[in-house]
């Protein structure tokens, strides 16, 4: 079956643009997970949807970061006004039902770099 | 504060040398450990989640160990095709669903 899937692939934009990124979960899993991953360093949690429940956001960086999932499936992570510290590897993951224990299945990721 | 570290960082490996990367974790309540691999320009893989101490899983040349305080992935005669980054993630008891990730070995099997 389908993986989850991420779009774009890669994005380049100038500092203070908005950029918007793309997760399509696998079909079935009522949790969505947003990570990101800086050069060298660990996957840093940013947001988690579990179904129809409020979105835990407590990773968001700061407020020019915000994410919405739509009909419980796909996801949009948004980044308002981009600054170059924003470039990093944004990766999606879903699982099943989100009770933690379960295992996460990531996308490929999206690649932003802000110039 | 809850802390998960990987080592070494790094580790080189001609093609037959066994070796064990290590995941130490300082966390209150673990509920759950998992062994990602990932390689260049991909998203992590899933390969094992671990329970509880003295729990131990294998698939094909790789075996997950679990104590109290750490997790060993061994990894007995590697080929070059192990060459990847490998995380560890634990999931411990807090106020909700999400996992901590550590910073990673980067395995490279030398043929």
């Known amino acids: 079956g389908a993986g989850v899937s991420q779009s774009p692939s890669n994005k380049v934009t100038e500092k203070g643009k908005d950029v918007e990124l793309r997760c399509d979960p696998i079909s079935g899993h009522t949790a969505l997970y947003w990570y990101r991953q800086s050069l060298g360093q660990g996957l840093e949690f940013l947001i988690y949807f579990q179904g129809n429940s409020a979105p835990d956001k407590s990773g968001l960086p700061s407020d020019r970061f915000s994410a919405e999932r739509t009909g419980g499936s796909v996801s949009t992570l948004t980044i308002q006004r981009t600054q170059q510290e924003d470039s990093a590897v944004y990766l999606c993951a879903s699982s099943l039902a989100g009770n933690g224990k379960e295992t996460q299945y990531f996308g490929p990721g999206t690649r932003l770099l802000v110039l | 504060e809850d802390q998960v570290t990987q080592s070494p960082e790094a580790l080189r490996l001609q093609e037959g040398e066994s070796s064990s990367l290590n995941c130490s974790y300082t966390?209150?309540?673990?509920?759950?450990l998992f062994w990602y691999r990932q390689d260049p320009g991909k998203g992590p893989e899933f390969l094992f989640t671990?329970?509880?101490a003295g729990e131990e899983k294998e698939k094909e040349r790789l075996k997950a160990t679990l104590t109290k305080k750490e997790s060993f992935l061994h990894i007995t005669a590697p080929k070059p095709e192990d060459s990847a980054t490998y995380l560890c993630a634990v999931h411990f008891s807090g106020g909700y669903q999400k996992v901590t990730f550590g910073t990673g070995t980067k395995l490279q099997v030398i043929p």
């Open positions: 966390v209150s309540g673990l509920r759950g």
């Open positions: 671990l329970y509880s």
